[in-house]
């Protein structure tokens, strides 16, 4: 897993003063990991760094749809869209003629 810069805190903490925690988030941005028991429990992130992570993964599935159009390309796995206008042409007049 990739580490980001993060700030932790535990649940308890947060409980105590939840308003304080989030005024700093807003302000820093980024993320707050509070956890329980010693463990990761939880993620509180501020909407503006949020939306630049959603953001970032639209972009990367663009990026992989791409590539696996490329792929389907280099493997002869289209058509070209010419070929199928016109099959659907010639479909299109088979029904009607019928």
Do not use: C, W
Not at 24 to 47: E, H, M, N, Y
Not at 72 to 98: N, W
């Amino acid at each position: 897993m990739v580490e980001l810069d993060k700030e932790y805190d535990t649940t308890a903490n947060f409980k105590k003063d939840p308003t304080e925690h989030l005024k700093r988030l807003k302000k820093a941005g980024g993320i707050l990991v509070l956890s329980t028991s010693g463990k990761p429990a939880f993620v509180v992130q501020d909407a503006r760094s949020y939306e630049r992570l959603l953001q970032r993964l639209q972009h990367l599935e663009t990026l992989e749809a791409l590539r696996r159009s490329d792929e389907d390309v280099r493997a002869g796995r289209v058509r070209p869209f010419s070929a199928v206008v016109a099959d659907l042409k010639r479909l299109s007049k088979d029904l009607v003629g019928s």
